[in-house]
């Protein structure tokens, strides 16, 4: 059993709603991450949070706002997205720097679909 | 570009054959290497990961890797393959910096028969 949770794990939304896709990882993991994937492709990096601050945008639309309010939870808030933005959206988290030797627990995904 | 690669798209195997599952890599210094696996409709499992030390590594559900240097490569082997080991299988490295950045091969789809 995956030790990260994602909620929720199925979203339909139109264009012009407001959604949020929440993290919770009780691992006491400094470092967290959104990634996007698409069908059988490879996750592709979206956001990461280092002690709560972000650290690395992968040049995301604005229409993804992340959010980082304790070391546990990392949200992934949602406005006006497009239908090319329905993929599986991985949490993932990490201990910082080379204390873990960079391996990264994964949730199970939520499973975004745009209409 | 430093990246991991994977050449097969997909890998088809009977059960109770060996199975590998290939990965090359181009990074300069000493690599932080990973395989993960995704069955349908789930997150990414972490099976194993090469740091430093000995070059084969023993993973998650018989799976192990050797990681060869001269050969840039960091295959994925289990003796006797299972029709529940069939998923996507992702090599990953360690990007470097001070968070963990992970980035992804392509993957390999692996079909075991019965």
């Known amino acids: 059993d995956t030790e990260v949770t994602q909620t929720p794990k199925h979203l339909v939304m139109g264009m012009t709603n407001k959604k949020s896709l929440k993290c919770e990882q009780h691992?006491?993991?400094?470092?967290m991450y959104w990634y996007k994937q698409k069908a059988k492709k490879p996750p592709e990096l979206m956001f990461v949070?280092?002690?709560?601050?972000?650290?690395i945008n992968e040049s995301v639309p604005s229409r993804f706002s992340p959010e980082c309010p304790n070391s546990s939870l990392l949200n992934l808030h949602l406005h006006a997205l497009q239908p090319e933005d329905s993929a599986l959206y991985l949490c993932?988290?990490?201990?910082?720097?080379?204390?873990?030797?960079?391996?990264?627990?994964f949730g199970e995904g939520s499973r975004l679909t745009v209409l | 570009a430093q990246s991991v690669a994977q050449p097969e798209d997909q890998v088809n195997v009977a059960e109770g054959n060996p199975l590998t599952v290939k990965c090359t890599y181009s990074v300069s210094g000493n690599p932080y290497l990973f395989w993960y696996v995704q069955y349908p409709n789930r997150g990414l499992q972490f099976l194993l990961k090469?740091?430093?030390?000995?070059?084969l590594v023993k993973g998650s559900y018989g799976f192990e890797a050797e990681f060869n240097k001269s050969q840039t490569s960091f295959h994925l082997k289990k003796p006797s393959a299972l029709v529940s080991d069939s998923a996507l299988y992702f090599c990953?490295?360690?990007?470097?910096?001070?968070?963990?950045?992970?980035?992804f091969g392509t993957g390999t789809l692996l079909a075991v028969q019965p």
């Open positions: 090469y740091i430093t030390g000995d070059n």
């Open positions: 691992m006491g993991h400094r470092a």
């Open positions: 993932a988290s990490s201990q910082v720097g080379t204390g873990g030797n960079g391996e990264l627990f």
């Open positions: 949070y280092s002690y709560e601050k972000l650290s």
């Open positions: 990953a490295r360690r990007d470097g910096g001070a968070t963990n950045k992970l980035i």
